[in-house]
């Protein structure tokens, strides 16, 4: 049994509070800080050491934090004047235009709460990690208590299979081996001993240290808790879920656009009102025009457009295997051009395999393979993963020919394991295996091909030279050499001495299949990949060299740690694998990436993961993955392919791409409109267009664009990354809507002029071309091809002519004189029907000339 001695004292920067000092303390030092002994608490100090109740179990979200998440989904500016909107409707007597309006914003509220309230699960998950039994000894007796009973001082019993429920320092190990896979992403488990490391040693990799919610692999222990609860690494990284996640590209996109709108809207109101005022118009007329014309540019229709699209998405990715937490992250996917992932589970199998066996030659053996699979097959100790690569090769045919005389158990001093066989013929040999310094201290000689060769000073620095090179190369290697026994000899640890080195086996955790495939599916649509990983600079590179992905620029967990914010923002974009990172670092990562303006996703499977999932535009998880993970993602796989996510991107991306057609057709259409009426209400002796004529033809012009949700999408738009840009919307909103108000004032002329109508008349000859015009430039903005070279989806072309058929025959209803309408001459409905056609050409060619090729609203990656 090991136990703890000596003292090195150091400050590691990055750690846990307790792990700046602690961890290096000796035994009894440690025992008076924590008021504890070998012996355990005592029953009535453990029991007031729980007096401080503990986040991680505490209250589920009180009332009034539900009623404030619930109100949050009102308080944006689109939203905002979408109710101001449905106010100005029922004071003009539009009940059914309120209710409408109302529905959608109620409808969009309830499903986005809906949403975010379930991760508040999140922390009833981490919660229900650490609902476990611990063995501890307490007064010198062993008992079991729930973890979340377990305070600071407290003497953990460890044995294989438990987890940890504690952060503890190490007092005794017997052959004690912890996964701690959840919170590094390292597949191999981490040997724990009683002894003082290096002062530079990072925080996870200090070996005297065990984490809460991490799992014993193998042997015995015995630690001192010293933190508890909140106080863990595993709370700590846990308690970055409870802040509010960092605002998405796509959200602030639609704040923006939202005051934008409000900025319009606010203008147009005190200058069409104080306009009419200066004119001597009645005040009541002049507050509900000018009112109804800002709603008018509205694009009311907006929620739900979102809300539809965004659910047949949902519904189309949960058929190719992916689960949508959070319906917005959907377009974050497809506005994505940075996908930062980690290494193990992810790009590779996240199980180690043996990768190949090898002569001291370096030549392939199957001796050393045979050799190497009676000591895993063989062995009675600890299970562990290499030796289960091991016995997963299908086994040789002369294995059957050997039993089992004896072994020497591994143990963490000699770290080798020895097996001593017989073969049918009555030979007999000791075969071990081990790390590949420790086996060479105890063989005298070497096998090269039949030849047998002393292992002397040059033959050592050229084993050492070719294991060294082989791991740089990412391989765990170990060691096989043999004893030749007489017969009756007993099997001891002295028979590890003088032994024949046979050769060497190398473990790897490869790559996913078709995983290459996948990356370059990635890139080929504008996204970047960047590998995010715990493990060592060597390994990473070999998997991205194998896999294709960059790896020119490296940075390191301890290179990070000594970087400022802005440095790290100045290299993060050109560092292709960021490697030996810690939890913390990877948001601090996904930040730096987020802070130069890149819409970043995050993919990972691990407690240490949480973080940086909850701080990425999109947090992407599988669902084998530890619940907090799982929980603090956006996207949950259901089933670890790359692949999912690439059909996800293109399904995020033909969201967007139709969610801005609705932006750009209705703030183009309804802007020209708005100015037309603005000034014909300065210049005519009569309003336009009557407030309720406005709100309807706003309703009747945004029924087709519930269509757009459907639509097709140009090939352009899935190539790339295209993220929101605000300077487009206003592009498009000014160039065609002053487009749509020439067009207008020629109406105007030739209502006035040419068909010489009276007031009605004019309204309805108005409201007919307006409505006419508004569906028109659906056809033209909804792509930048040619529009006849682009066919729109059938819904979209069923419902503009529906709407448009409704637009020509409503002042021919009884519903009519309800809305101030009049019948209207054939050759005004020709008149019309002119204007529009020279209205929709005129578009195309302007289309070509604001936006004349596809371009994506960030730098490409590269």
Known sequence: MANRHGHEGFSASGAAPWLDEDWSLPDHLLFNKMGSSLQGLSVSEARRSQVRPSKMSGPRATLAAVAGLLLAQFATPLVLILIFGAAVAAVVGEWSEAAVIMAIVLASGLLGFAQEYRASRAMEALRGRLAITARVRREGAELGVPASEVVPGDVLLLAAGALIPADGVVMEAIDLSVSESVLTGESFPVNKQPVPVAQTTAPMARTNIVFAGTSVRSGTGTVLAMKTGDDTEVARIGATLRRAAPETDFARGIRDFGYLMMRIMVAVVVIIFVANLLLDRPLVDSLLFSIALAVGLTPELLPAIISVTLSRGAMRMSRAGVLVRRLGSIESLGTMDVLCTDKTGTLTEGVVKLDGWYGTDGQASERVLLLGQLNARLQSGMDNPMDSAIAAIDAPAQLSRFHKLGEVPYDFVRKRLSVAVEDGAGGRQLICKGAVANVMAVCSSMRIGSRIRRLGA????????????????????????????????????????????????????????????????????????????????????????????????????????????????????????????????????????????????????????????????????????????????????????????????????????????????????????????????????????????????????????????????????????????????QRSMFGFGLVSSLFDFVTFAFLLYVARGEVTAFQTGWFVESLLTELAIIFVIRTRRPLWSSPPGQLLVLLALAVASVAIALPYLPLADAFGFAPMRADVLLGLAAITGTYLLTSEFLKQRLHPARRSARRPPG
């Open 458 to 729: 040059t033959e050592r620095t050229a084993v050492e030279e070719r294991c060294r090179i082989w791991s740089q190369d990412g391989f765990r290697v170990l060691a096989v050499a043999t004893n030749k026994l007489a017969a009756g000899t007993p099997v001891s640890r002295d028979l590890e001495a003088g032994l024949c080195l046979e050769g060497y086996l190398l473990f790897f955790d490869p790559p996913k299949a078709g995983i290459e495939a996948d990356l370059a599916a990635l890139v080929a649509r504008g996204i970047r990949v960047k590998m995010i990983s715990g493990d060592n600079r060597h390994v990473a590179e070999r998997l991205a060299r194998r896999i294709g992905l960059p790896s020119r620029h490296i940075v390191t967990g301890a290179e990070l740690a000594h970087l400022t914010r802005s440095a790290l923002q100045a290299r993060v974009d050109r560092t292709d694998l960021f490697v030996e990172i810690d939890p913390n670092q990877k948001e601090r990562i996904i930040a730096a990436l987020r802070a130069r303006q890149h819409v970043v996703g995050y993919l990972g499977d691990g407690i240490n993961d949480a973080p940086a999932l909850h701080a990425a535009d999109v947090g992407i998880s599988v669902d084998t993955a530890v619940d907090v993970a799982r929980e603090a993602a956006d996207i949950v796989l259901l089933r670890r392919d790359l692949g999912v996510v690439v059909r996800g991107v293109e399904d995020g991306r033909i969201i967007f791409a139709n969610t801005m057609k609705y932006i750009l057709v209705t703030t183009s259409a309804n802007l020209g409109n708005m100015i037309s009426m603005a000034a014909a209400s300065l210049f005519l002796p009569f309003l336009p267009m009557l407030a309720k004529q406005i709100l309807l033809n706003n309703f009747l012009s945004d029924l087709p664009c519930l269509a757009i949700a459907s639509d097709a999408v140009d090939p352009a738009d899935l190539k790339a990354p295209h993220g929101w840009d605000i300077r487009q919307v």
